[in-house]
């Protein structure tokens, strides 16, 4: 069926430290992965996207890697700041009966002074 | 450009009401895509919407049900409030193309049902 795994669930670092979300689908025809930051008392923010024609996709401090081989996506943060600190979500389009985006469970990322 | 508006921010109804959610996408976006979010099942899809027809449909029981206006706006209503329909309702646009594909959410309206 349709899922989306995401690990870890929280995540502790040290200012200026690297994190790295992982996540993997099921649905090997997917093609479309992004990933969502949301804070306390909003909703989630698109912050970085990739498809599947493509292996890497990077934006400044974040970067996101795909290998649809093993069907797992990951999440690349450098240079973690403290507003870094949220709930981050990853997502897959899942195609059959329908498009539909299915999300991952969230990681709570802390970032430390 | 303005972003996805969501009203009201916040309701508190009793259960066996009924409810009605807003939202406003983004200026030119024409598909529209509700979420449910709580702690226990997290962000769950329950329909999406593109010029005024649903395109998918979540699986949620029938008191779930939305629409779309020629303007784009959606609404999302809830027919006999459940304990279990508190939780935070995320409405998301998108532009034209594959559903979910680049997708702005609102900042979500906080049911609770007592």
């Known amino acids: 069926g349709e899922n989306v795994e995401q690990h870890p669930s929280t995540l502790s670092v040290q200012e200026g430290d690297s994190a790295v979300i992982k996540c993997t689908y099921s649905?090997?025809?997917?093609?479309?992965f992004p990933w969502y930051k949301q804070e306390l008392g909003k909703g989630p923010q698109l912050i970085i996207d990739i498809r599947s024609n493509v292996g890497e996709k990077k934006d400044q401090r974040i970067a996101v890697t795909l290998n649809k081989t093993a069907k797992h996506f990951s999440l690349h943060i450098t240079e973690t700041q403290p507003e870094d600190s949220a709930v981050y979500f990853c997502a897959a389009i899942f195609t059959g009966g329908g498009n539909k985006l299915t999300f991952g469970t969230g990681t709570q990322l802390k970032v430390e002074l | 450009k303005a972003g996805v508006t969501q009203t009201p921010r916040y309701l508190i109804k009793t259960r066996g009401q009924q409810v009605t959610l807003s939202c406003s996408p983004i200026s030119g976006h024409r598909s529209v895509s509700w979420y449910q979010q709580t702690p226990g099942q997290g962000l769950q899809f329950l329909f999406e919407?593109?010029?005024?027809?649903?395109?998918n449909k979540g699986n949620f029981p029938g008191r779930f049900s939305g629409r779309q206006f020629s303007n784009s706006r959606s609404e999302m209503n809830v027919s006999t409030l459940e304990l279990g329909d508190s939780a935070l309702y995320l409405c998301?646009?998108?532009?034209?193309?594959?559903?979910?594909?680049?997708?702005?959410f609102g900042q979500g309206t906080r049911l609770t049902v007592v």
């Open positions: 998301a646009s998108s532009p034209d193309g594959q559903v979910g594909t680049e997708a702005f």
């Open positions: 649905d090997s025809a997917s093609n479309y």
């Open positions: 919407y593109f010029s005024e027809t649903q395109r």
